[in-house]
């Protein structure tokens, strides 16, 4: 068990500036200025989502401000802060950092970048796609720079509204696990009209960006008065969500592409399935979760044979409720048996708390925080939300590394078995000396 004396500083995860500044050519963008900055522009743009905690973004940044000033006047060059604006990255599908996108002629359609992290490499690429750009615009085709303007209606499909109405709006709407936005509107209205083309391009977006999870539908409630009716339209459009046995919800957002869709990424990542809880099987296993995330938790849970399949799967289900609670963090979720790992045990000192035991490893600074309540939904609640403040109780990893981890075969799901002793031969042995001694 570390002393006492070491757990007073704090994981403060959530306290970490930019890596870019005004002083810098790279662009800081951000919810408010990514549409008129990047979507609505003529230019070519390479854009980093990066988050400040992330060691890869850190080595990024002197690389990304040289290729910014290269590129000064011919290739815009931006970043995001993901990690603060994570409906941005999220609407551009950003799963882990740095991420590196190319808006091109079709602003809609960003490409991965896919080549080296220097300056050089990142020069090179921006002049290629600048390049092919040029030579598309010569060829006649025409760029997306009209996409998610006021003034176009050409962006998005229209197919990708839904129309919906009094015969299919329970149907399709009510008795569906996605979630919808639907606009109520009517064709004389004015309001509804500039609507139309943002609804129209953030549908197309929304239904790339969430696999179809979240819709966009539309009502002409003049000509569908039940649905107006029935949901209290007053007046026009009216946006309203739709969720699963839940009230619908009135939309009080902008009305641009770029506002529907972050309200629709926010939704999404509402009903995002929970980041999956593995055993550590292998240094890799570890490795990747705490070194790819923002903070790993780890359990050690009692042995097979102390608890039995349905001792430890009840463990197992309230790990997967508290990642499911805190599904929105950048935070990796890990399990081992006691006994199994330990090396890891004795850098995080679990093995004086007794099992099972929970540990939160902040990776890059190579701090760990101990849970010290129960081991149950409300214990562990308290317990990372304490770490999400910054307040909880740290302590240096043993060895100021992350400790070797043996290789071990997975749990097979079933209760454990006791080894069985070699057999033991009885025929020599004379029972009836058995105990002289103690005569």
């Known amino acids: 068990r570390p002393p006492i004396g070491v757990l007073a500083c704090s994981l403060t995860v959530l306290s970490v500036h930019g890596l ?32 400040p905690w992330c060691g890869h973004c850190k080595s990024l940044a002197p690389e990304w401000k040289k290729a910014a000033t290269a590129l000064k006047g011919i290739v815009k060059v ?9 409906s941005l990255g999220g609407q551009y599908g950003v799963r882990g950092f740095p991420t590196i996108k190319i808006f091109g002629a079709n602003k809609q359609k960003p490409e991965d970048y896919q080549g ?40 998005g499909n229209k197919k990708d509204v839904v129309e919906l109405t009094d015969d299919n709006f329970d149907r399709t709407v009510l008795d569906s696990d996605d979630v919808w936005m639907v606009e109520f509107f009517a064709p004389w209205c004015g309001h509804c009209k500039n609507l139309e083309p ?11 960006q969430t696999k179809g999870k979240v819709k966009l539908g539309a009502v002409d409630a003049t000509v569908h008065q039940g649905l107006a009716s029935r949901y209290g339209i007053r007046g026009f459009p009216t946006i309203k969500i739709f969720r699963k046995g839940e009230e619908p919800e009135d939309f009080q957002g902008g009305r641009t592409r770029s506002d529907i869709v972050a309200r629709a990424m926010d939704l999404y990542s509402d009903n995002i ?15 990747k979760t705490c070194e790819d995330y923002q903070l790993c938790i780890i359990s050690v849970l009692p042995h097979i044979l102390d608890t039995g399949a349905s001792g430890r799967n009840s463990y197992l289900e309230v790990m997967r409720t508290m990642a499911d609670k805190y599904k929105k963090k950048t935070w990796g979720w890990l399990w081992t048996e ?34 010290r309540g129960s081991f149950s939904e409300t214990g562990i609640h308290e317990f990372l939300r304490e770490l999400s403040v910054g307040r909880g109780s740290t302590a240096t990893v043993g060895g100021g590394a992350l400790p070797k981890i043996n290789t071990v075969e997975p749990w097979d799901g079933k209760d454990g078995v006791l080894p069985m002793e070699d057999d033991i031969d009885l025929s020599d042995v004379d029972l009836d000396d058995l105990g002289k001694d103690e005569l």
């Open 338 to 371: 006691a006994g199994a790992q330990m090396d890891l045990e004795s850098s995080l000192g679990i093995g004086g708390f007794g099992y099972p035991a929970m540990a939160a490893i902040n990776a890059r600074k190579m701090k760990f925080a101990l849970l």
């Open 198 to 208: 943002e609804w129209k391009a953030a549908a197309t977006e929304v239904k790339e």
């Open 78 to 86: 931006g970043a995001v802060d993901a990690d603060q604006h994570n």
């Open 116 to 155: 080296g992290r220097s300056g050089q490499a990142i020069v090179d690429a921006a002049l290629n796609a600048l390049r092919s750009l040029v030579k598309d615009r010569l060829g006649g085709k025409a760029g997306g720079s009209d996409y998610g303007k006021q003034s176009g209606g050409g962006a």
């Open 20 to 51: 870019y500044s005004a002083s810098d050519d790279v662009v800081e963008l951000n919810p408010s200025n990514f549409n008129r900055e990047v979507i609505q522009s003529d230019s070519l743009w390479l854009v980093e989502f990066y988050a």
């Open 273 to 287: 399935p929970p980041p999956e809880l593995q055993e550590i099987l292998n240094e890799d296993v570890l490795k």
